[in-house]
């Protein structure tokens, strides 16, 4: 069994923990290769160190980290996220894909705008999936 799969075993507190953990390391491996990796990685590591994203459940896609509700796939989209762009800049989006908070120059304010973009009552991640929460909220 994997490492995370048996934090997930502990709870979804020890799991949001493994994550991060594993989350930065990957990404510091690939950042001496890849100037999008370098990007992330230090967006994960600023946002690592902010209590209300900390708790969060981290997950990467194309290089964009993104933060859910849940440790489960499939995930919530309810937290606005990051896309390292090209150019050295950095796009809030979010929650949806489609929706653009701003573009910044910095990992520091992309995180901030994240931050800012939390909903109101954005807590602990929760075991389960996003499917699992709505059906629950609905029943």
């Known amino acids: 069994m994997s490492e995370l799969a048996e934090a997930h075993e502990r709870g979804q507190a020890e799991a949001v923990t493994v994550q991060w953990r594993l989350l930065l390391e990957n990404l510091r491996q690939e950042a001496h290769q890849l100037n999008l990796a370098r990007q992330t990685l ?5 946002a690592s160190a902010e209590p209300g994203l900390r708790q969060l459940y981290p997950f990467t896609s194309h290089w964009s980290l993104h933060f859910t509700t849940c440790t489960g796939f ?3 989209w309810d937290v606005p996220f990051v896309d390292p762009l090209s ?5 809030v989006c979010g929650p949806s894909r489609g929706t653009v908070i701003g573009e910044v120059d910095t990992a520091g304010h992309a995180i ?3 931050k800012d973009g939390l909903p109101a009552d954005c807590g602990p ?3 389960g999936t996003a499917d699992e929460l709505r ?5």
């Open 42 to 46: 230090a967006l994960a590591e600023i």
């Open 74 to 76: 499939p995930y919530s």
């Open 87 to 91: 150019d050295g800049r950095y796009r």
């Open 112 to 114: 901030a705008l994240v």
């Open 125 to 127: 991640a929760v075991a």
């Open 135 to 139: 059906n629950q909220q609905l029943g």
